[in-house]
Each structure stands twice: as C-alpha cells, then as structure tokens.
C-alpha cells in the first residue's frame, strides 16, 4: 500500500491529502494511484522478462478508460470477456493484436466483433464454441486464431467462487476433451491453433498450482504440435493473490520462478492474464460515516458506501482493511496486517451501508478508533472488482472514480445523477 500512505495522522494518496478529494468530489469515491498501477505492471514484464511476455491486464478487474488508456501507453495488452471489454479497450486506444478474447458464453455476434477487430486470439471454452467460431470465420473469410483453454485439473485452493482449473468447472475443457478436440480440427482452414491456455482462479496465495499447471502443459503443446497446431503461446491466465491484511502473498518474482522453467522447454512467447495484482491495491474507496448507532451489544458504523459500491465483503465474505482518513488524536496508523484489535481505545463495530440488506457490510466486528457523524473511512484494496461490479441497487448513483498521478488528479468518471439512473427507462408520464 505504498502509495497510499498516512503523514501527520492523515491519508495521502501519493502527494494528495484524501481528506481533500473527499470534500471537492464528494463521497462514496473510489481513488486510484497511477504510480501503484504502473508499478506492479512493470514488475510483471520484468519478472517475466524472459518469455517475452504479453501482459494482457484483464478489464473485468477494473475497466475505467482512463486505466486502461495508461496500461497501453505503457506496452499493455488486455484481456476481454465481452463485446462490451473490446470496446472499451478500442476506444482507450488498447492494441486488438494484443487483445485476447475469454469467456464461456462468446455470442456469434461477440466473435465477428473480435474477428474484425483483429484479435490475437480467441480462448476457445467448448466445443459448440469453436463450431460457432468456424462459421463466423468462413462467413467473414477470415482465419481465427484461437488457444483452447484446459483445465488442468490443479486445485488453487481459493474461495470457490473463484475457483476455476478443476475438471468440473464451467470453464475450459479437461485434458482429455482438448487433445480430441484439437484433432478433430486439425485440418480446418478457418480457424489457427496457436496457443493454449489455462486459468486456474483467482486471488490465488501459492505457487504450487501454477508450477502444476504448467508443468502439464509441456505435454500438452508437444502433443498439439505432433498434431500440426503451430502452437507458439502459452497464457497463463491471471490469478494471482494480493495481500489484503499484510500476510504475504508470493511475490511476482516467485510466481514467475514457479512457470518459467517448464515453459521455457516449449520455447513458447507466454501470455498473461493478470487483473488484481496489477489494480487491487492500487485502489482505496473513501466513505463518510452518516450515523453511529448501537443495537444491543452492536456497535455500527453506517456511512455512504455500501455493497452495491463494493460487493466483494457481502458476496465473498472478503476481508478489506478499513481506517480512518483522519486518524483520531492518540490512535496510530493502520498497522500492516490490520490487526486493529490490539489498539488500546478501539471498538468492535459492523462498518454496514444504507441499503436495506443484513448483508449490506463492508466489515463486521471490526476493531476501530470511535468515530463520530461526518467522519471519513478509507477502505483499502478496492482497485480490483470493486467499481465493475457496482450496481444501482436502491437507487443509488455509482461513485466517481478520480486517477491520481503526483498532486494531479483527473476525474477519470464523474459520479452518476439521479438523471442517470432513470436516463434508459421510458417516463411513464411524457
Ligand atoms: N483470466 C480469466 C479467464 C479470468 O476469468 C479472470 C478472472 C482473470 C484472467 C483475472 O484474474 P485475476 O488476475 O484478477 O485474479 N470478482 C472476484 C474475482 C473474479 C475473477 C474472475 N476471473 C473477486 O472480487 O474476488
């Protein structure tokens, strides 16, 4: 959390005082760190370094154009996983060849889009799926080029929500399934197997399942190119963990050490799909308490952020470090690991939002100095599948979202209106 930082008791976000932020835009804000962002895609590429890697930073993470025009301009490639992520990245000036196209359920009309544009390639989860690639490469007379993605079958021992590499899962197709599939379309000239590819989850916190995944990979290519596929990639998907309450998690470093050896042996370019380490705590949303209120033996905190601005607590039971902007007289700075029960003079209390939900929390029994009306909360790691998966529930206008580099600031999202919930629907009354 290196460039969100406390000095004299209060939270900056590189030079900015985010105290300031809250009071010119208002809150609940999401805040951004362009160096935070930057400097965990330069460690990717440089730990990677030698597979000549493309990182294809993955748009579901966080898909605001104004990070996604900074991954470009910085050698970014993307991920998408819908016609809506390739547009996007086509109007944040993000390179097609240097786009993979994901996802279980790729409409025809999502495929021609990724046709066009020129794709690098399509990561094929099915069968019916390659069929439908099939005809809408002959109807457009264009090859496509395509990696199966297949389950390793490794298990990456993460919430099972977000678990996906094992042979029951909806995504890719087992070992077994790929290697007759890729026979079967040995001959096709509409379609060009290039690579492979394998996600195996996210927020994972161990090598182990990495090195697995591609240690079975070596077999996996060999067999593919005995076949005649000019297999030349190997994507890795993404997954890799973050620390969200200082326990360590591996480093980039050693996530590379555990895939280099066994892909160097296939000499082929790797490709990458990483979306949280590269954004997740590069984020911080900012909230401000509304009432204080105690309901038997609770204590809780409700302030103007709530699940439908960050779901992650509500759907994940995720832990999210939260403090104050402006620390308290007599309190210190968050320590790293979030262990605020040991501070002398903390309260337990539920940090909960306005809607009408019990599983409206972003914390619950979570040790914090007292707080008063007015006061602002910082929640931290919140730059990953926290704005994309906001919703309108309740009515409520999604936050701004502002990208800091420095002491500048831009407002890469303005926060929405109470015109623009209702802008889409039909007035009944006009
Ligand atoms: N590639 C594929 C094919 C994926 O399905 C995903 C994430 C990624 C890459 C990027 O994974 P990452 O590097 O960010 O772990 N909403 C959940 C996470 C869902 C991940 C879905 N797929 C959360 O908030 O934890």
Redesign the pocket.
């Known amino acids: 959390l290196n460039h969100f930082t406390y000095r004299n008791n209060e939270l900056y976000c590189e030079d900015i005082p985010v105290a300031n932020l809250a009071e010119k835009y208002g809150t609940p804000l999401y805040v951004y760190s362009q160096a935070a962002i930057l400097k965990q895609l330069q460690a990717l590429q440089e730990a990677f370094s030698e597979l000549k890697p493309l990182v294809c930073y993955?748009v579901?993470?966080n898909s605001n154009l104004s990070i996604l025009r900074l991954l470009a301009e910085h050698g970014s490639g993307f991920?998408v996983?819908s016609g809506g992520e390739l547009k996007r990245v086509s109007v944040a000036g993000g390179q097609a060849r240097q786009t993979v196209f994901?996802g279980v359920g790729k409409t025809d009309e999502e495929i021609a889009a990724g046709l066009t544009a020129g794709v690098l390639m399509f990561?094929v989860e099915s069968e019916e799926e390659l069929d439908a690639i099939v005809r809408v490469a002959q109807s457009k007379k264009i090859q496509a080029p395509v990696a199966l993605r297949i389950n390793p079958d490794v298990d990456p021992k993460t919430?099972r929500?977000?678990s996906?590499g094992h042979k029951e899962s909806k995504?890719g197709m087992d070992i077994q399934r790929s290697l007759l599939l890729a026979e079967k379309f040995k001959g096709s000239e509409s379609i060009k197997m290039i690579g492979i590819h394998m996600?195996i989850g996210?927020?994972?916190t161990s090598t182990t399942p990495y090195s697995s995944a591609a240690a079975k990979s070596v077999d996996i290519i060999t067999r593919l190119r005995e076949m005649g596929h000019p297999i030349d990639w190997f994507n890795m998907?993404?997954?890799?963990g973050i620390s969200y309450d200082g326990k360590t998690s591996p480093s980039i470093s050693e996530f590379a050490a555990a895939v280099i050896p066994s892909i160097r042996k296939t000499g082929c370019r790797l490709v990458m799909?990483?979306?949280?380490?590269i954004v997740g705590n590069a984020g911080i949303l900012i909230s401000r308490v509304i009432y204080t209120k105690v309901s038997g033996e609770k204590r809780f905190l409700i302030q103007d952020a709530a699940m439908n601005d960050l779901i992650?607590p509500s759907?994940?039971e995720?832990f999210h470090g939260i403090w104050p902007v402006k620390v308290p007289a007599g309190f210190p700075s968050p320590p790293d690991d979030f262990e605020t029960s040991r501070i002398n003079g903390t309260k337990l209390c539920d940090v909960v939002g306005p809607v009408c939900e019990s599983g409206d929390f972003l914390a619950q029994d979570r040790a914090l100095p007292p707080l008063n009306r007015g006061e602002l909360l910082a929640i931290f790691s919140a730059g990953?599948?926290g704005m994309t998966?906001a919703s309108n529930y309740n009515s409520r206008p999604r936050p701004a979202e502002l990208l800091v580099n420095g002491s500048g600031v831009v407002v890469a999202r303005r926060r929405e209106t109470f015109d623009d919930l209702i802008a889409e629907e039909l007035n009944p009354l006009s």
């Open positions: 993955s579901k993470a991920d996983v994901a990561n919430h929500y977000i996906t995504f996600h996210s927020q994972i998907g993404g997954g890799f799909e990483p979306g949280r380490v992650r759907l994940y995720s990953a599948y998966m």
